[in-house]
Nanobody, 117 residues
Framework: QVQLVESGGGLVQPGGSLKVSCAFS????????VFWHRQGPGKQSEWVAH???????NYAPSVKDRFTISADNAKNIVYLEMNDMGPEDTGVYYC???????????WGQGTQVTVST
């Protein structure tokens, strides 16, 4: 079992920046992938970005060139730095740990991000 805790959400103005974190702990085995997903008001959940334990990254087209995912592997923390944010980035941001070999699939409780004046 892996526990994940997101933090760093809040209110940001359009065009602004915010960095959210996901700290994970427990039975962590490599290789794994940590995903960021988000769910906006009245919207379905959507994948935002992911990073593997080998630091390979991928982004949704809607955030590519604006968001950066990174990891501190020694501390088991994954970050999502968000720049040039717009109202469409509003939502609850969840991190998700997966280890396909072991069948692990754990989620955090989410952190609210609101982009508004």
């Amino acid at each position: 079992q892996v526990q994940l805790v997101e933090s760093g959400g809040g209110l940001v103005q359009p065009g602004g920046s915010l960095k959210v974190s996901c700290a994970f702990s427990g039975s962590i085995f490599r290789p794994y992938v940590v995903f960021w997903h988000r769910q906006g008001p009245g919207k379905q959940s959507e994948w935002v970005a992911h990073i593997s334990s080998l630091n390979m990254t991928n982004y949704a087209p809607s955030v590519k060139d604006r968001f950066t995912i990174s990891a501190d592997n020694a501390k088991n923390i994954v970050y999502l730095e968000m720049n040039d944010m717009g109202p469409e980035d509003t939502g609850v941001y969840y991190c998700n740990y997966k280890n396909g070999i072991r069948g692990d699939d754990s989620w955090g409780q989410g952190t609210q991000v609101t982009v508004s004046t």
